[in-house]
C-alpha cells in the first residue's frame, strides 16, 4: 500500500510569485486536506477536496486555492506569495468524507519559504 | 472561533515516568478528538481516537486519552514512558456540526524522554 506523497520536499519562492504543490493520495482514499503549519504551531486546515469538489474551507484568503484529479491526486495553489506564507504544507488523505473517513493519513510535507 | 489547547509545550520525563498531557478545547457541540504524533524524521500518524461510547480511549503503543465532557478535555495519558515515545503530540478535534469536516489542532508538546 503506497502511502501519501507530496512533492517537491522543499521550495524557495519570491514574494508575489505563484506556487503549486503536489499530493498524491493514498491508494483507495477519495478525501484529501491540506494544512499548513507553520513553525511552532499546529496544522491549520486549509481546505478539503472529496470526489473532485470542495469540501470545507478554513480561513484561508481566495488565493489559496485547490485542485483534486480522477485519480483523487490534488494540488495546492498559492496565488501572490507573501512573507508569511513560509511554512509546512501537509497534505492528508482519507478513505472518504463524512464519519468514516477521519482518519487521515498525512505526507511529509512539502517547505516552502518565501524570500 | 474554535480553538484548542496545549497547556504542556515541552514537556522531559525520564523513561518510565509517567505522562498526562493535556489538551483542552472551545467548542460547545458535539466534537470527534483525535491525537497524532510525529516521530523524528517521520510523518505524522494517529495515535487515538474518539467519536463515541467509551469516553476512555486506548490507542496505539499503550497510549489511552479520556474524554471529559464538562472539562472540555482530552488528555493523553501513558503509564510508563520509554525513550522511543520521544516525538511532538499535537490533540486535533473535529466539531460535527456546522464547520464540516475541518479539524482544529493544537500548538503540539514536545516530549523528550531521557534514558
Known amino acids: 500500500e503506497t502511502g501519501v506523497t507530496q512533492s517537491p520536499t522543499h521550495l524557495i519562492k519570491t514574494r508575489g510569485q505563484q506556487v503549486t504543490l503536489r499530493c498524491s493520495s493514498q491508494s483507495g482514499h477519495n478525501t484529501v486536506s491540506w494544512y499548513q503549519q507553520a513553525l511552532g504551531q499546529g496544522p491549520q486546515f486549509i481546505f478539503q477536496?472529496?470526489?473532485?469538489?470542495?469540501?470545507g474551507r478554513g480561513n484561508f484568503p481566495p488565493r489559496f486555492s485547490g485542485l483534486q484529479f480522477p485519480n483523487y491526486s490534488s494540488e495546492l495553489n498559492v496565488n501572490a506569495l507573501e512573507l508569511d506564507d513560509s511554512a509546512l504544507y501537509l497534505c492528508?488523505?482519507?478513505?472518504?468524507?463524512?464519519?468514516?473517513?477521519?482518519?487521515?493519513?498525512f505526507g511529509p510535507g512539502t517547505r516552502l519559504t518565501v524570500t | 472561533a474554535q480553538s484548542v489547547s496545549q497547556h504542556n509545550h515541552h514537556v522531559i520525563l525520564s523513561e518510565a515516568a509517567s505522562l498526562e498531557l493535556g489538551c483542552n478545547y472551545s467548542y460547545g457541540g458535539t466534537v470527534n478528538l483525535f491525537w497524532y504524533v510525529q516521530y523524528p524524521g517521520q510523518h505524522l500518524q494517529l495515535l487515538l481516537k474518539?467519536?463515541?461510547?467509551?469516553?476512555l480511549v486506548k490507542g496505539i503503543k499503550g497510549f489511552e486519552a479520556e474524554f471529559i465532557k464538562s472539562k472540555f478535555s482530552f488528555n493523553l495519558r501513558k503509564p510508563s514512558v520509554q525513550w522511543s515515545d520521544t516525538a511532538e503530540y499535537f490533540c486535533a478535534v473535529n466539531p460535527r456540526e456546522g464547520t464540516g469536516n475541518q479539524f482544529y489542532f493544537g500548538t503540539g508538546t514536545s516530549l523528550t524522554v531521557i534514558p
Open positions: 474518539y467519536f463515541s461510547g467509551d469516553p
Open positions: 492528508a488523505s482519507s478513505l472518504t468524507a463524512g464519519l468514516d473517513g477521519l482518519e487521515q493519513y
Open positions: 477536496y472529496y470526489r473532485e469538489e470542495e469540501n
